[in-house]
T-cell receptor, first 112, second 112 residues
């Protein structure tokens, strides 16, 4: 299977919480990232977590890492219409290859 | 502060024509540089990465090539474009071993 997997689509109502999930296969990954891509634009780094952490919170964003299950999630509290975008999970493997491996992205649609 | 410039923003090229996309980074030295491609509705695929001048690693066999003539310049080229080369091309940079990648705004290439 793919190195990093995400569900393709998520729809929520404005004000609700969004949870975007990601699974990865390489247990030696050192860092895991969440990027946001708005239509026609490049990728914007939202947050990242080091592999020895379980949780990281940054304002409305909460990242949870279950290293045993190789599962990463991004929770967006009080989701706004401006949060509508594609969200990419990425891992940095502990190899000589200094490049991120990305998931296929989850399209978040926020309904007003 | 560091910035990344990528151009052009959009490009329409006929099949069989050459391609040159340029990316430059400002405000940092000896960055790691990357070219990614995002096909429509798909995730990001790493095409090339470079850890120094003249050092290029190719991730997938393809119709494209990359060059790094200067420390902060990364060029993606093709001698003859194929229809399958259409996509959204993103340049990115990082510094050091365990840091995130920062992305340019992307070039949307349509081969007709």
């Amino acid at each position: 299977g793919e190195d990093v997997e995400q569900s393709l689509f998520l729809s929520v109502r404005e004000g609700d919480s969004s949870v975007i999930n990601c699974t990865y296969t390489d247990s030696s990954s050192t860092y895991l990232y969440w990027y946001k891509q708005e239509p026609g634009a490049g990728l914007q780094l939202l947050t990242y977590i080091f592999s020895n952490m379980d949780m990281k919170q940054d304002q409305r964003l909460t990242v949870l890492l279950n290293k045993k299950d190789k599962h990463l999630s991004l929770r967006i509290a009080d989701t706004q219409t401006g949060d509508s975008a594609i969200y990419f999970c990425a891992e940095l493997k502990n190899t000589g290859r200094r490049a991120l491996t990305f998931g296929s992205g989850t399209r978040l649609q926020v309904q007003p | 502060s560091q910035t990344i410039h990528q151009w052009p923003a959009t490009l329409v090229q006929p099949v069989g024509s050459p391609l040159s996309l340029e990316c430059t980074v400002e405000g940092t030295s000896n960055p790691n540089l990357y070219w990614y491609r995002q096909a429509a509705g798909r995730g990001l695929q790493l095409l090339f990465y470079s850890v120094g001048i003249g050092q290029i690693s190719s991730e997938v066999p393809q119709n494209l090539s990359a060059s790094r003539p200067q420390d902060r310049q990364f060029i993606l080229s093709s001698k003859k474009l194929l229809l399958s080369d259409s996509g959204f091309y993103l340049c990115a940079w990082s510094v050091g071993r365990d840091t995130e990648a920062f992305f340019g705004q992307g070039t949307r290439l349509t081969v007709v």
